[in-house]
């Protein structure tokens, strides 16, 4: 099982961040995914996390802005960050589980500057 | 939410030698501590989870230890491809899960 990040690596101030994660060799089913980002100041961050089926939890932190979601059809879930300031810069990464991530995507880095 | 402190922030050594780093928590955690190996330009990689379960792969040289709020990650004899930045996780208290500020193993 491998996983991939993608999405634009440039995103305007006040906008809404976007990535996808692609689950390849194997299935969405019966699993936790989760989001986590890695910036120069505050170190390694959990985002979020997603059950296949849909249900969700978010790092209180993040105040509402992030939204996780899924399609298993295409074996991928999402990353949507709104209202993004300087401080959201951070590689991201996707990973495998909710409280522990036995298998990480390479991470994908995105920038908010205008 | 509870803070993992780790010490030291950097550990030098050679090979052959043994490493050990080390986690405390705010508050309890129980035994759900992970621990995580970061190579530059990498992700991090999962070494140890539940305290003490090697993960995947993971060669016996890497061994946890610990309970509650004082845990460490023993690396015993030193190899060259083990000299990254290690960090600690916990995955007890809900929400947020945790990690450390990490410890540099330098050569």
């Known amino acids: 099982v491998q996983l991939q990040e993608s999405g634009p690596g440039l995103v305007k101030p006040s906008e809404t961040l976007s990535l996808t994660c692609t689950v390849s060799g194997g299935s969405l089913r019966e699993n936790y995914w989760s989001w986590i980002r890695q910036s120069p100041g505050k170190g390694l961050e959990w985002l979020g996390y997603i059950y296949y089926s849909g249900s969700t939890d978010y790092n209180p932190s993040l105040k509402s802005r992030a939204t996780i979601s899924v399609d298993t059809s295409k074996n991928q879930f999402y990353l949507r960050l709104s209202s993004v300031t300087a401080a959201d810069t951070a590689v991201y990464y996707c990973?495998?589980?909710?409280?522990?991530?036995?298998?990480w995507g390479q991470g994908s880095l995105v920038t908010v500057s205008s | 939410e509870i803070v993992l402190t780790q010490s030291p922030d950097t550990l030098s050594l050679s090979p052959g030698e043994r490493a050990t780093l080390s986690c405390r928590a705010s508050?309890?955690?129980?035994?759900?501590l992970a621990w995580y190996q970061q190579k530059p330009g990498q992700a991090p990689r999962l070494l140890i989870y539940d305290t003490f379960t090697r993960a995947t792969d993971i060669p016996a040289r890497f061994s946890g230890n610990g309970s509650g709020t004082d845990f460490t990650l023993t690396i015993s004899n030193l190899e060259p491809e083990d000299f990254a930045i290690y960090y600690c996780q916990q995955g007890s208290i809900w929400p947020p899960y945790t990690f450390g500020q990490g410890t540099k193993l330098d050569i």
């Open positions: 990973a495998r589980g909710s409280t522990t991530w036995h298998l």
């Open positions: 508050q309890s955690v129980g035994n759900y």
